[in-house]
C-alpha cells in the first residue's frame, strides 16, 4: 500500500489560487513600453503565442505544482508485514581444532571420517536453527580465538564453520582458555541469556587458564556451559601384520567436562557415533529453545523521487518548448 508520510503537505494544492485570486498583478506595461509606428507586425504573432500558452503551458504547470505537493508528501510503498523472531540469547560454539579431531572414528553416510567433518555437519544444521539467536563461534587449539563475533547472520557462521581446518590453531588444547575467551566476548555482548557450547575430544594441555577456574569465572557471569565429548570407544587400527581394537577416545577428560558443566549450571553430553551428536543437538534445542516471541517489520520504499522526477521533466518543457518556434524561424530565416 502507498503511505504519505507528511499528509498535510496536500493544504498547499490551492495555494497558486490563492496568489492568483487575491494578490494583484504586477504592472509590467507601466515598467517599461515600446514605441512603434503600428501593431500589424505583432498581431499574428501575439495571436499565436496566446494561443499556444492558452493550449498547453497552464495545464502543464498545474501538473508540475501537483507533482511538486506530491513529492513533499513523501509518498512510501508499504511492503507486507515480516515476523522477526525475537530473543536477547548470546550462543557460542568453541571448537576444538587441535590434531586430535582428525582421528577417523566417525561415520558419515557410510563413509569413514575425521570428528571435526561429522562435527561440521551436525553443528551446522544446529546453527540453522537458532533463528532469533545471536552466534558466534570459537576456534581453539593451542590458544583460541573468535572466527565469529556475535551476529544474527547465521549463514556466514555456518560458512566459516564449514571453512575451519585442524591444525589452524595449533595442534595442543586450550580448553580454559577457550572459555575465558568466550566469558570475555559474551560480557561484551550484554544479551540476557548466555550459553557456550564447547566440543572437544582431548584434555586440557595448553594455555594460561585452567579449564574449573575459567568455569568459576563463567558462573560468577551467568554463563551457561554444555560441554560435548566426541570421540568413539572402540576403532579397529590395522597393522603389519593383524589388526587390533584401540579406545581413540583415552585422552578424553570427561572429569573435568562434566565439572565445568556442574559449576556453570550446564550439561555434559558424550558423543560416541554421528547419531549421538545430532541426538545431542536436538537435547541442546529442547534444553534452549528458541524465542517465541515476535516483532513485525514492514519494509518500505520511498517514492516521492518518482513526482519530484516529472515535476523537474515538466518546467524543463514550459522553459524550453516556447524558445522552440522562435529557433526554429531563426533557422528559416537564417
Given at each position: 500500500?502507498?503511505?504519505?508520510?507528511?499528509?498535510?503537505?496536500?493544504?498547499?494544492?490551492?495555494?497558486?489560487w490563492?496568489?492568483?485570486?487575491?494578490?494583484?498583478?504586477?504592472?509590467?506595461a507601466?515598467?517599461?513600453?515600446?514605441?512603434?509606428?503600428?501593431?500589424?507586425?505583432?498581431?499574428?504573432?501575439?495571436?499565436?503565442h496566446?494561443?499556444?500558452?492558452?493550449?498547453?503551458?497552464?495545464?502543464?504547470a498545474?501538473?508540475c505544482?501537483?507533482?511538486?505537493?506530491?513529492?513533499?508528501?513523501?509518498?512510501?510503498w508499504?511492503?507486507?508485514?515480516?515476523?522477526l523472531?525475537?530473543?536477547?540469547?548470546?550462543?557460542?560454539?568453541?571448537?576444538?581444532?587441535?590434531?586430535?579431531m582428525?582421528?577417523?572414528?566417525?561415520?558419515?553416510?557410510?563413509?569413514?571420517?575425521?570428528?571435526?567433518t561429522?562435527?561440521?555437519?551436525?553443528?551446522?544444521?544446529?546453527?540453522?536453527?537458532?533463528?532469533?539467536?545471536?552466534?558466534?563461534?570459537?576456534?581453539?587449539?593451542?590458544?583460541?580465538?573468535?572466527?565469529?563475533?556475535?551476529?544474527?547472520?547465521?549463514?556466514?557462521?555456518?560458512?566459516?564453520?564449514?571453512?575451519?581446518?585442524?591444525?589452524?590453531?595449533?595442534?595442543?588444547?586450550?580448553i580454559?582458555?577457550?572459555?575465558?575467551?568466550?566469558?570475555?566476548?559474551?560480557k561484551r555482548?550484554?544479551?540476557?541469556?548466555?550459553?557456550?557450547?564447547?566440543?572437544?575430544?582431548?584434555?586440557?594441555?595448553?594455555?594460561?587458564?585452567?579449564?574449573?577456574?575459567?568455569?568459576?569465572?563463567?558462573?560468577?557471569?551467568?554463563?551457561?556451559?554444555?560441554?560435548?565429548?566426541?570421540?568413539?570407544?572402540?576403532?579397529k587400527?590395522?597393522?603389519?601384520?593383524?589388526?587390533?581394537?584401540?579406545?581413540?577416545?583415552?585422552?578424553?577428560?570427561?572429569?573435568?567436562?562434566?565439572?565445568?558443566?556442574?559449576?556453570?549450571?550446564?550439561?555434559?553430553?558424550?558423543?560416541?557415533?554421528?547419531?549421538?551428536?545430532?541426538?545431542?543437538?536436538?537435547?541442546?534445542?529442547?534444553?534452549?529453545?528458541?524465542?517465541?516471541?515476535?516483532?513485525?517489520?514492514?519494509?518500505?520504499?520511498?517514492?516521492?523521487?518518482?513526482?519530484?522526477?516529472?515535476?523537474?521533466?515538466?518546467?524543463?518543457?514550459?522553459?524550453?518548448?516556447?524558445?522552440?518556434?522562435?529557433?526554429?524561424?531563426?533557422?528559416?530565416?537564417?
Amino acid at each position: 500500500m502507498i503511505h504519505f508520510v507528511w499528509p498535510w503537505a496536500f493544504i498547499l494544492l490551492p495555494l497558486p489560487w490563492l496568489i492568483y485570486k487575491f494578490c494583484p498583478p504586477a504592472l509590467a506595461a507601466e515598467e517599461a513600453a515600446l514605441w512603434v509606428p503600428s501593431l500589424s507586425p505583432f498581431a499574428a504573432v501575439q495571436h499565436q503565442h496566446g494561443r499556444r500558452k492558452g493550449r498547453w503551458q497552464l495545464p502543464l504547470a498545474l501538473c508540475c505544482w501537483l507533482l511538486l505537493v506530491g513529492a513533499t508528501a513523501r509518498p512510501q510503498w508499504l511492503g507486507d508485514p515480516i515476523e522477526l523472531p525475537v530473543s536477547g540469547r548470546d550462543l557460542l560454539l568453541a571448537v576444538d581444532l587441535s590434531g586430535s579431531m582428525q582421528t577417523k572414528d566417525f561415520y558419515l553416510d557410510g563413509e569413514s571420517v575425521d570428528r571435526l567433518t561429522v562435527l561440521k555437519a551436525v553443528a551446522g544444521q544446529f546453527i540453522q536453527q537458532r533463528v532469533g539467536d545471536r552466534l558466534g563461534l570459537i576456534l581453539f587449539g593451542d590458544q583460541p580465538y573468535v572466527q565469529t563475533p556475535l551476529t544474527f547472520d547465521r549463514r556466514t557462521v555456518e560458512q566459516l564453520l564449514a571453512e575451519s581446518a585442524i591444525g589452524l590453531a595449533g595442534e595442543k588444547t586450550a580448553i580454559g582458555d577457550a572459555i575465558g575467551l568466550a566469558v570475555k566476548r559474551l560480557k561484551r555482548g550484554g544479551g540476557e541469556e548466555q550459553v557456550l557450547i564447547l566440543l572437544t575430544d582431548g584434555a586440557n594441555t595448553a594455555g594460561h587458564l585452567s579449564p574449573l577456574k575459567a568455569a568459576d569465572l563463567a558462573a560468577a557471569e551467568g554463563l551457561k556451559i554444555y560441554t560435548i565429548g566426541l570421540g568413539a570407544t572402540t576403532m579397529k587400527v590395522e597393522g603389519f601384520f593383524f589388526s587390533q581394537m584401540v579406545n581413540p577416545s583415552a585422552g578424553l577428560d570427561e572429569k573435568t567436562l562434566t565439572e565445568i558443566a556442574q559449576k556453570t549450571g550446564g550439561r555434559y553430553f558424550r558423543a560416541r557415533d554421528t547419531d549421538q551428536l545430532a541426538g545431542i543437538y536436538a537435547e541442546l534445542d529442547r534444553l534452549e529453545p528458541v524465542e517465541r516471541d515476535h516483532d513485525v517489520y514492514r519494509p518500505i520504499a520511498e517514492l516521492y523521487p518518482w513526482p519530484l522526477g516529472l515535476a523537474l521533466f515538466y518546467s524543463l518543457l514550459l522553459l524550453l518548448l516556447p524558445q522552440l518556434p522562435q529557433r526554429i524561424a531563426r533557422r528559416k530565416n537564417g
